[in-house]
């Protein structure tokens, strides 16, 4: 990795590993599960509350700060990190998947990708260079190649032609990047749900001897099923002694199941997407306190969480708020989210130091199967 920054594995249960990746700027104990601030913020939470909740890295948005305030404004003004107040490392991503999903009139060449943005339309270029030239004013801690992210369905065709020229500007985004000793740089494997595509790619990226790797063109609509039997071999694809990320996944049965098959690292706007619209997540399933059965519910979401969202407020109280609007609901049940993430994360990190990974898994998973059925 870069020459300050290191990837140990401390144990291994099954193909489930516990880690810890050392940055300039703290420690990341893995598996972990990066809170995505895409604008600079964790929605509706302060940072202090981020970290309170355990995250000890968020994720970036290249495509979305460099649209506002632009990635040179907040270089002058002091870099990602003092802007948002944020002192843990940060990981920003590449910019390639919000191209895909979010902008308007897109021209993918080989030197990269014009599209006009979603805002107001203005026109931009993306190339690999200016991807880690933005990361690189940002100041992010560890950063992403430029890839096109493979929509799904594909065809092997259509999924071998993005996947090499994936590798093509993975190349290319190595050479921008250059020797940053404070700074790690990831490649990003595709070749959507084709087995000999996706060892193409994990062996051209290998070869290139990336920081770490992360696993795309997942979650893109293909289903949990299909994820998961990719995952079966992806993550044996890449290095064992190098992180492995898998990119914008998801729920805690993802992660699990993800932690299950030798996944390191996760991000996704599940829990704050989910809070922000009176999903929930808790050890016992899922609660939506949109439904009116929560009415007249004095209990807490978790009265055994140590987050005061989860404990201190009734589920009335929290129905209620939802039904009026109120700013306050997608606030507290973001931050009991990212609690529940955060303590599912380390609840798995223990398990597989003490060799009982496979037991916290069935325990954990019918706890959640029999709280759905029972509607808790």
Not at 97 to 119: A, N, P
Not at 252 to 258: F, K, R, V
């Amino acid at each position: 990795m870069g020459k300050n920054f290191k990837f140990n594995v401390k144990n291994t249960n099954g193909n489930a590993r516990v880690g810890v990746i050392n940055t300039p700027r703290g420690d990341i104990h893995t598996p972990a599960f990066m809170p995505v601030g895409t604008a600079g913020t964790v929605k509706a939470m302060y940072t202090d509350q981020v970290k309170e909740l355990g995250a000890e890295v968020v994720l970036g948005n290249t495509y979305h700060l460099m649209l506002r305030p632009g990635a040179e404004r907040i270089e002058k003004l002091g870099g990602l990190h003092k802007f948002m107040q944020w002192d843990k490392p940060i990981l920003t991503d590449s910019g390639g998947f919000q191209v895909m999903s979010l902008s308007k009139l897109r021209k993918m060449t080989e030197q990269g990708v014009e599209f006009q943005s979603h805002i107001d339309g203005r026109k931009y270029n993306l190339t690999p260079e200016r991807s880690i030239e933005i990361q690189c004013l940002l100041g992010s801690d560890i950063q992403m190649q430029l890839d096109e992210c493979t929509p799904h369905p594909a065809t092997e065709k259509q999924a071998a032609d993005s996947l090499r020229m994936s590798l093509r500007w993975a190349d290319r985004s190595k050479v921008q990047f250059g020797d940053r000793p404070d700074q790690a740089l990831f490649g990003i494997m595709q070749g959507s749900v084709y087995k000999d595509l996706r060892e193409e790619s994990a062996k051209g990226l290998v070869e290139m001897d990336f920081d770490g790797y992360s696993i795309g063109g997942l979650a893109v609509g293909e289903g949990q099923e299909t994820m998961l039997e990719v995952l079966d071999y992806a993550a044996d694809l890449l290095p064992k002694d190098k992180p492995r990320y898998l990119m914008g996944v998801g729920t805690p049965s993802d992660l699990i199941e993800s932690v299950r098959r030798g996944v390191d690292m996760f991000d996704c706007v599940m829990p704050t997407r989910a809070g922000r619209h009176g999903l929930c997540f808790t050890h016992r399933g899922k609660v939506n306190l949109k439904n009116a059965r929560h009415a007249d519910d004095p209990r807490p979401l978790d009265e055994n969480s140590p987050c005061e969202a989860s404990n201190r407020y009734s589920r009335a109280y929290l129905h209620h708020l939802m039904k009026c609007n109120e700013y306050l609901a997608p606030m507290l049940l973001t931050w009991h989210n990212l609690a529940y993430y955060q303590e599912l994360m380390a609840g798995i990190r223990q398990s597989i130091i003490e060799d009982r990974f496979e037991k916290f898994y069935l325990e954990t998973t019918e706890l959640w199967a029999q709280g759905d059925i029972e509607k808790i």
